[in-house]
């Protein structure tokens, strides 16, 4: 009975724990006397995992503040430099990588180019390297590493950190857990890409603060992170937000997807879809090999066809987003990635659209915007899963 009561204990202190570091990270600063008014616990207790988390060098006092009546206190807030994360974005042609401070702040980055084609020993080869770059650049600025995160463009199995299956990249059952905490030591993350980017956006970004909304991964795939009751909505599997995949008819055809059925939604709503929409506008004399920069360039420059063939995407993009407006009423549809790039030309489309598809009453509760971390939304995002990691789990980093 003894051992049950103090594994209990235990678990009430780590939950307490857990809440003054959320409520420090989402309202700082706070003073003691209000961390106590806000989480309903006694001065006493608060003052103890304050200490606790002052040890483990997660908070750090920032000042006297003065405002109100009675005695200044001291203010909390969250230390931006209790350590480094490194966040690594697998994407279809290329590696980033990135180190950021406890507050998501970007220290260090790069990103090279990789092919698709080639083995995954060899793309894995190459995140190696940039790993140790961002290793030796958190240690030379004196910072631990809290953690090594990776967002993946596929779905992911968490509890072993093992790639199910990434159709862009054509990778199946991949311990990319295993092979890279093997390799340099450190605690790994794995998550969906879109996931990842959800969470950058509610610790970080324009849906803090939200508990209902819907983050769009738009790339090469499309990909999609729901926030439902200010909890990320994984499903029974872990696999929920694989929107790309839902069969729409946005066009009078159904192209084939690179996951092997025909008429999915990312395939009318991607970048791809805006550059072949582009090349079918252009006579054999003009046509040559196309990007998204490109394009934005041309649109820029006020070109029509650039312009429409970007819209043309943002109604199919706006189509498929109608019915999971329909189904989960959220607040905000936040739309990042690559395709972000031209948001500018491709929100307006999505939004008019949005309006068209989705039932009006529910139409005119949600907010259609771009992401505040763009074309590095699901980069930023690998690191807010360390750092959402932590919130909810301080005691897993170590004293001081």
Not at 70 to 91: D, F, H, K, T
Not at 226 to 241: D, E, H, I, S, T
Request: aromatic share 8%; hydrophobic share 45%.
């Amino acid at each position: 009975m003894k051992s049950f009561n103090t594994a209990d204990q235990a678990f009430v202190r780590e939950l307490n724990l857990s809440l003054v570091l959320q409520l420090i990270h989402n309202e700082a600063p706070l003073s003691r006397a209000r961390l106590a008014a806000e989480s309903g616990l006694n001065k006493s207790t608060v003052s103890s995992l304050v200490e606790d988390l002052l040890d483990r060098n997660l908070i750090h006092e920032t000042g006297i503040n003065s405002t109100g009546t009675g005695r200044p206190a001291m203010s909390l807030e969250i230390n931006p430099e209790a350590g480094g994360i490194i966040g690594v974005e697998l994407g279809v042609d290329f590696i980033a990588i990135i180190l950021t401070d406890f507050m998501g702040k970007i220290l260090f980055r790069k990103n090279v180019s990789a092919d698709p084609a080639t083995s995954q020993e060899k793309t894995f080869n190459q995140a190696f390297q940039l790993i140790d770059e961002a290793v030796l650049f958190c240690h030379d600025e004196g910072y631990r590493i809290l953690g090594l995160s990776f967002a993946i463009p596929g779905t992911v199995e968490l509890n072993d950190g093992l790639l199910i299956f990434a159709p862009n990249l054509n990778w199946h059952n991949t311990p990319i857990r295993k092979i890279f905490s093997e390799r340099t030591g450190l605690k790994v993350f794995v998550e969906n890409d879109a996931n990842a980017a959800a969470v950058a956006e509610h610790l970080f970004g324009v849906a803090q603060k939200l508990n209902d909304f819907i983050f769009v991964f738009a790339g090469v795939g499309l990909g999609g992170g729901l926030f439902l009751n200010g909890q990320l909505y994984r499903g029974k599997g872990g696999y929920a937000g694989e929107i790309g995949h839902t069969s729409i008819m946005a066009e009078p055809f159904q192209l084939p997807c690179r996951c092997g059925n025909l008429g999915c939604w990312e395939t009318y709503a991607n970048q791809e879809s805006i550059i072949w929409r582009m090349q079918s506008r252009l006579d054999d004399k003009q046509k040559a090999p196309l990007s998204i920069s490109l394009i934005k360039k041309a649109a820029d420059g006020g070109d029509k066809d650039a312009i429409e063939a970007i819209a043309e995407s943002g109604t199919a993009m706006g189509i498929g987003l109608a019915g999971l407006v329909n189904i989960f009423n959220p607040e905000k549809v936040i739309i990042g990635g690559p395709i972000s790039v031209v948001g500018e030309y491709l929100l307006p489309s999505v939004q008019k659209s949005v309006n068209k598809y989705s039932m009006v009453e529910i139409a005119v509760q949600t907010e259609v915007s771009l992401s505040k971390f763009g074309p590095d939304a699901s980069l930023v995002g690998a690191a807010a899963i360390v750092v959402d990691d932590i919130l909810r789990n301080p005691t897993h980093i170590e004293r001081r």
